[in-house]
């Protein structure tokens, strides 16, 4: 049992260009989540997930999209990356009240 | 709407100290209460949760919290601390279960230093 996994781990971005964020859970939970992570600021919710099907804006989802693939999959767009977009992204999954963290991809734009 | 407030960035402690990380909270129905953990270059491991019952919790590695309703708090302790425990700290609110997604209000976070 994996968990959750996310790829890449890093990646380095110029201004303006796009790249996919991959998170896939292997629980066969329905809700899926992306978060960003900036010291001092906790995690806050870009969009969610709430079944197969279903995404929703969360706190923070200007500049991003979301897809969700199928049960498993659910991936993070940035469409044209912005410096402010360098933080640490979490992928979580959750059934009722607990959710799963993944180990989170490490993302800075320049 | 729900916010969560750790009055405390950063927490220094000698290692077998006690320590307590401050949470409090606000929200207009009732809650459950989390506290998640962050070691250095990992994701967020949940530590112990509050759904309802016994207002005390605890988890395997000895930390425990308390609801208390009237003070809006769920504040974490640990009587002695371990080098090991070195780590952030998140609080979490949520509401009730009851819609399809459990949407997660997380504080900011409690850096625990622990010193030998």
């Known amino acids: 049992n994996a968990g959750v996994t996310q790829t890449p781990k890093f990646q380095v971005l110029k201004t303006g260009q796009s790249m996919t964020l991959q998170c896939a859970q292997d629980?066969?939970?329905?809700?899926m989540y992306w978060y960003r992570q900036d010291p001092g600021m906790g995690l806050r919710l870009i969009y969610y997930?709430?079944?197969?099907?279903?995404?929703d804006k969360g706190e923070v989802p200007n500049g991003y999209n979301v897809s969700r693939l199928n049960k498993r999959e659910f991936s993070l767009r940035l469409e044209s990356a912005a410096p402010s977009q360098t933080s640490v992204y979490f992928c979580?999954?959750?059934?009722?009240?607990?959710?799963?963290f993944g180990p989170g991809t490490r993302l800075t734009v320049t | 709407a729900q916010s969560v407030t750790q009055l405390d960035s950063q927490v220094p402690v000698f290692e077998e100290a006690p320590v307590e990380l401050r949470c409090n909270y606000s929200?207009?129905?009732?809650?459950?209460l989390f506290w998640y953990v962050q070691y250095p270059n990992q994701g967020l491991q949940l530590l112990l949760k509050?759904?309802?019952?016994?207002?005390l919790v605890k988890s395997i590695n000895g930390f425990e919290a308390e609801f208390n309703k009237s003070q809006t708090s769920f504040h974490l302790r640990k009587p002695s601390v371990h080098i090991s425990d070195t780590a952030e700290y998140f609080c979490?609110?949520?509401?009730?279960?009851?819609?399809?997604?459990?949407?997660?209000?997380f504080g900011s976070g409690t850096r625990l230093s622990i010193r030998p």
């Open positions: 979580a999954s959750s059934e009722q009240s607990e959710q799963y």
């Open positions: 629980m066969n939970h329905n809700s």
């Open positions: 997930s709430a079944s197969e099907g279903t995404t």
């Open positions: 929200s207009s129905v009732s809650v459950y």
């Open positions: 509050y759904l309802s019952g016994s207002t």
């Open positions: 979490a609110v949520s509401d009730i279960w009851g819609s399809s997604a459990s949407k997660i209000i």
